[in-house]
């Protein structure tokens, strides 16, 4: 390989490396390949920031999904307490970036995922029920706002 690092997927699937690629090959991730892909994460979460700052939503979107698409694949998640965190910044804002797109059934789905992660995620429920309030679901969208209210400590 051209640089090195092994990036482990625990279902022992191999890659290559190329550019911007990560290898697979063991079942353990040493301490570089972890903080290599939280960096590509993070990476990927600052793009899509700066893609939302500019008002190019889907381009927001997609990034934000690459990330959380590294995150899942290489089993990140597992690996790093912080890690789960920055894994539901990254759903969470792909739901507002979807949102604002116009990419409602992309931004619920997201939004899914997310809940599915972490039920009491109060930003998430927040965004889910904003979701379905647009896809006109008002009773889906008053039980999410309801819970994100009774969680914030608000209700």
């Known amino acids: 390989m051209a640089s090195g690092q092994d990036v482990p997927d625990l279902s022992g ?8 690629c990560v290898a697979v090959k063991s079942n353990v991730m040493d301490t570089a390949a972890v903080e290599s892909v939280f960096a590509s994460a993070m990476s ?20 934000y999904t690459t990330g959380v698409g590294l995150m899942e694949f290489t089993k990140l998640l597992k690996t790093s ?24 059934n992309m ?6 995922k997310l809940l599915q992660a972490n039920p009491n995620h109060i930003k998430g429920l927040f965004r889910h029920g904003r979701v379905l309030r647009r896809l006109s679901r008002f009773s889906e969208a008053l039980a999410a706002f309801g819970k994100a209210m009774e969680l914030d400590g608000a209700a």
Not at 50 to 63: I, K, P, T, Y
Not at 107 to 112: D, I, M, Q, S, V
């Open 44 to 63: 990927y979460k600052d793009q899509g920031n700066q893609r939302m700052r500019e008002r190019d939503f889907a381009g927001a979107a997609l990034f």
């Open 107 to 112: 931004a619920l789905k997201t939004a899914r």
């Open 81 to 104: 307490p912080h890690a789960q965190e920055v894994y539901e910044a990254l759903l969470s804002n792909a739901i507002q970036a979807h949102d604002k797109a116009n990419e409602l």
């Open 13 to 20: 699937a191999t890659l290559s490396r190329g550019e911007g």
